[in-house]
């Protein structure tokens, strides 16, 4: 904006007046700025109230649509402290005998020390000063198979260290096998371990047949050795399972069995291992689902029954420096929390979404008779219209629900529903949930003003966006071609003024100097 110098010879304030003449201009610019800024919190709330929904379409609501929510199996085992079992959903109801025979182990060897005059050899002592012959070779079998040899040559320059480098980066000739090396220069030993459990990674150390072995001499000089009694070394070994008579073997402590995972803790007999239905897993599934609805339906409430906060208009950036942050802050939270007031599109999502919560679906009972039955038959309902707070009119109860103090005293229906009948109680929660999610995907589908799995006209929206920024740029451009016009008539008169008050100079020094 150019500097403007007005008010010189006539004394006025050029500045307020203009101001005041274009204000109506300077208004539009302001309301076309703040109704922009108000599309923006909009656009916001509604990104996130459709995250929240697409997360409940796509998550909570697709899984109650099939089967497994409804199959949910849990096995309880007379020792837990020796195995831990995780139930799928192909495991048999039966109970079953386990003996855990052994656990799987990984192989480790505690080398002998590494010595130079009653010393203990440092990393940086070299294979000759140890009496390793030159092109030595180290050897380490794997997994029991003589043709699957970890190896490493040595030099007689090669420092602890370097062979140490050596024997980390090998790898086996068959299976591609490493090992973990690892050298204590305080202990003066080597340590080897596997890099995993069972007989299949396990190793040993590799003594070749005749006296006067280079490599033999080379492992010893090194401390990759077995003690007599081996209690250095610990072979690596497979777990061992017997399940109702039957062996099974893991490199892991973990079994596949049947549906069932089995990972087993310590050695034990006479176990006995139960699975039935878990009536509480498709409880709380069902729990879940209403909780997800109900926080749904009371956020469209809250924001659909908020004061609209007429009084509350779009502060200027003027008048925000009159006022302190917070004060800027609460004011803007009025005008936020009412702008989906009455909004059609909330309504619409909220008594569409109820209205599948309402309905009655036919279901077949274990005696083979059928009725049509709703969310009421099992316990299932919103509370007393009047006795209920208005934002909290539409969240549904759950009869006996030990975390809802308006429902907790009453019979549960629920749990009784899915012990005598589970398959009646699945029959008609997957319609429900099919209803519910055919009904989410139509409100989704996109629009020429929506894009698709969204609930609100985002593309209208961004639409709306585009066209303030050129209301807000025209009305700025107003402004200044009035302002502009304004300033130029007033340096017109200031202009007419100088040249008065010069020619009355002039003839005030003209007749000064008659005297």
């Not at 420092?159 to 490493?178: H, Y």
């Not at 069932?260 to 176990?271: D, F, Q, R, S, Y």
């Not at 007429?310 to 702008?339: A, C, N, R």
């Amino acid at each position: 904006m150019p500097i403007r110098i007005t008010g010189m010879n006539s004394g006025l304030d050029t500045e307020s007046i203009i101001t005041a003449l274009t204000q109506t201009k300077k208004d539009k610019v302001n309301t076309y700025t703040g109704e922009q800024k108000k599309l923006t919190w909009k656009q916001d709330k509604w990104k996130e109230l459709n995250k929240k929904v697409t997360d409940f379409y796509n998550g909570t609501l697709t899984s109650m649509k099939y089967s497994t929510a409804y199959s949910k199996k849990i096995t309880t085992a007379s020792n837990a402290n020796a195995v831990t079992i995780v139930t799928g959903d192909a495991a048999m109801n039966a109970t079953q005998t386990l003996d855990v025979e052994s656990l799987a182990k990984a192989a480790y060897l505690t080398g002998e020390k590494v010595q130079i005059g009653g010393k203990n050899a440092s990393k940086a002592t070299t294979m000759s000063e140890l009496g390793v012959a030159n092109n030595s070779e180290l050897k380490f079998k794997i997994g029991g198979d003589a043709e699957d040899v970890l190896s490493v040559t040595v030099g007689e320059n090669d420092t602890i260290a370097d062979v140490l480098k050596k024997l980390k980066e090998a790898t086996s000739s068959k299976t591609g096998t490493s090992l973990e090396f690892n050298y204590d220069e305080g202990n003066g030993r080597f340590y080897v371990a596997s890099k995993e459990m069972g007989a299949a990674a396990s190793f040993e150390v590799v003594k070749e047949e005749g006296e006067g072995s280079t490599n033999n001499l080379a492992m010893e000089k090194l401390g990759f050795v077995v003690k007599e009694q081996g209690t250095n070394y610990i072979k690596g070994t497979s777990a061992k399972i017997i399940l109702n008579g039957a062996e099974y073997f893991s490199n892991s402590n973990t079994f596949e069995v049947n549906g069932l995972t089995i990972t087993v803790n310590e050695e034990a007999k006479g176990i006995t291992l139960s699975t039935k239905q878990d009536t509480s897993g498709i409880y709380d599934n069902i729990k879940k689902m209403i909780k997800e609805y109900n926080n749904l339906m009371k956020e469209f409430a809250t924001l659909y029954n908020a004061d609209k906060a007429k009084k509350y208009k779009m502060l200027t950036d003027e008048q925000k420096d009159e006022m302190s942050d917070k004060e800027v802050e609460e004011w803007e939270k009025k005008i936020k929390d009412g702008l989906f007031s009455g909004d059609e599109t909330i309504g619409n999502v909220k008594n569409a979404l109820k209205e599948i919560m309402s309905k009655t679906f036919e279901v077949t009972a274990k005696d083979g008779t059928t009725s049509k039955i709703a969310l009421a038959t099992f316990g299932i309902a919103t509370g007393s219209y009047f006795a209920t707070d208005e934002n909290e009119r539409d969240v549904l109860h759950i009869d006996g629900d030990k975390d809802d103090s308006a429902s907790s005293g009453n019979p549960d229906l629920l749990s009784a529903a899915i012990s005598t009948d589970p398959d009646m109680v699945q029959s008609f929660f997957t319609q429900l949930s099919n209803a519910l999610s055919d009904k989410l995907f139509n409100l989704m589908r996109g629009t020429e003003y929506s894009s698709a799995f969204t609930i609100y006209e985002d593309k209208l929206m961004a639409s709306q966006y585009s066209a303030y920024n050129t209301k807000i740029s025209d009305a700025q451009k107003a402004l200044e071609a009035a302002q502009d016009k304004y300033y130029r008539k007033f340096a017109t008169m200031e202009t007419a003024l100088s040249k008065i008050n010069s020619n009355s100079s002039s003839m005030a020094g003209f007749f000064g100097g008659g005297n």
